[in-house]
């Protein structure tokens, strides 16, 4: 029998502020332009989710909400603490059954690759990327997440290796996810924008400022 749709998609992000989201863009980019290419990539993601079926949707965000976010979220605080931790808590905003959360870094997401994976019998689901961490970790029990996610080192090459494994070894029917890359550098800027869907406002703002530089 398949799984029900989702009942909560989460995005986890930061308010895309110079200086305090993507750093490592900078250079070549300026703290104002890495601070764009964000708020594109946020944008972009937050319309992907509007558009994948689920019953809510929420943002839980680091800061303050701005004209870039478009209706239809539940915004809430991310909680104090390590990545593991406001992880583990963003879950805790879901209400009962399949929940998945993304975050701000991949915007080449579309519709349908979120949409599938709650089509699939499975307890968890696993979105690896490229760089050893992960984009995607999905829940049929919210609940667990606390066990399942706190004390995961994050930022690290192993990070999707260990919390990969620590579904696996808690039982879990894991369903992995096509892997992705994250923005975090320039190269994975230009590769990323070259992924995107047509239309998308991350691949536009790269263009714009490749342009410009000529």
Known sequence: MNAPAWTTLLVIA??????????????????????TLAEAALTDTLHTVLKTPARRRVLVLDGAHGPWLPSGFDVVPQAHGGLDERIAAAFTHCDDGP???????????TPDLLAQP??????????????????????TDPARAGDLVRGVPMSTDRTGLIQRRRLADAGLLVHDLPELRDVDTETDAATVAACCPPGSRFAATVASYTEAAR
Not at 20 to 27: A, C, F
Not at 99 to 109: H, I, K, R
Not at 118 to 139: E, N, Q, Y
């Open 14 to 35: 930061k308010e895309p502020v110079p200086g305090r989201v993507k750093t490592r863009l900078t250079p070549p980019y300026t703290p104002q332009e890495a601070a």
């Open 99 to 109: 929940a998945l959360l993304v975050g701000m870094d991949t915007p080449q997401l």
């Open 118 to 139: 709650a089509r699939d019998d499975a307890d968890a689901w696993f979105g690896p990327a490229a760089d050893g961490g992960f984009w995607a970790l999905g829940l």
